[in-house]
């Protein structure tokens, strides 16, 4: 069935759907991180209003203008006949305008920031939004994900600092989040591989096949480990960190533990479950560490 080209409103769980607002406990944990650090654990509350508005409203731009570009695609993949721009119960129209809208919230909080935030934000759009059209061309379209949530902890490091000073403690979680999202993003890839490869869509398992695209991201996820530890190490955090750390190693060898070339139907388990509780275990184990030993703000 062809997707209603009008503007039906949907219900609200038609739209917490459509933009996958659960999801937003991947980024936003890493960008509370990065805002927590740059502040000594301590940011004023306006300061974290924006900060969660500005991560919220830039994913749900992007996953509504993903699902905008994509309805064709889903229209023709058995797995994703069931969204809502395909089924008719949310308009292309009305999916397009919440997205255009979301940018809008996303530019107007960055402005309201400081003016390095504001100035950066376009491009920050320009990677958000642009990397729906990647597997159009490229087998990279994991790492270019990857980089899109990447920009939340360099961003909120910016909404605290204003300016590029001590950059390496921002540069290596976002380096960490780059390579585990980019791996777990292959991972749930490895559902669509041949549906990909007859529509010739780029993605690392319809390159390499399930196998390798599966030690691909365990390798991703090692990458993750060590910039993890790195990030430890040279921000001076405390057991309470090492504790989270020691956590989301543990979630991530179970995360590979679930999933096989010969078993995939545990993806969804991997992709959401193990790597929501990863993120929010490391941001509140990191405030706890920094409520029970503060570190001066930068």
């Known amino acids: 069935m062809s997707a209603d080209p009008g503007s039906k409103a949907?219900?609200?769980?038609d739209w917490l759907s459509l933009v996958k607002f659960s999801h937003s406990i991947f980024a936003l944990p890493f960008a509370l991180?990065?805002?927590l650090l740059a502040t000594g654990g301590r940011p004023p509350l306006r300061m974290l209003a924006l900060v969660v508005v500005a991560a919220v409203a830039a994913r749900t731009a992007a996953m509504a203008f993903n699902r905008w570009v994509d309805r064709d695609i889903d229209q023709r993949n058995p797995r994703t006949v069931s969204r809502e721009l395909v089924t008719g119960k949310i308009?292309?129209?009305a999916a397009l305008a919440l997205a255009l809208a979301a940018s809008a919230i996303f530019l107007l909080a960055s402005g309201m920031l400081n003016a390095l935030c504001a100035a950066l934000s376009p491009f920050v759009l320009i990677v958000l939004l642009g990397y729906s059209y990647t597997k159009r061309?490229?087998?990279?379209c994991h790492l270019i994900l990857g980089l899109a949530l990447a920009l939340a902890p360099l961003g909120a490091w910016f909404a605290a600092t204003g300016s590029f000073v001590h950059l390496t403690t921002p540069l290596l979680l976002a380096g960490a989040v780059l390579t585990w999202v980019a791996g777990?993003?292959?991972i749930y890839a490895c559902q669509d591989v041949d549906f990909d490869r007859s529509l010739g869509l780029r993605s690392i398992p319809a390159r390499l096949g399930v196998r390798r695209a599966l030690q691909v991201a365990r390798l991703l996820h090692v990458v993750t480990v060590a910039l993890l530890a790195c990030f430890g190490v040279h921000t001076g955090l405390g057991v309470w960190w090492w504790v989270g750390?020691?956590?989301?190693?543990?979630?991530?060898v179970y995360e590979h533990t679930i999933v096989s070339p010969q078993d995939l139907s545990?993806?969804?388990a991997a992709f959401f479950?193990?790597?929501g509780c990863l993120s929010i275990v490391l941001a509140v184990l990191t405030a706890i560490d920094l409520w029970v030993a503060p570190i001066a703000p930068v």
Request: aromatic letters at 12%; glycine letters at 10%; proline letters at 3%.
């Open 33 to 35: 991180i990065a805002l």
């Open 10 to 13: 949907g219900s609200l769980g």
């Open 184 to 186: 777990f993003d292959v």
């Open 245 to 252: 750390y020691a956590a989301a190693c543990s979630l991530l």
């Open 273 to 275: 479950t193990v790597n």
């Open 91 to 93: 308009g292309a129209p």
């Open 266 to 268: 545990r993806v969804n």
């Open 137 to 140: 061309f490229t087998w990279a």
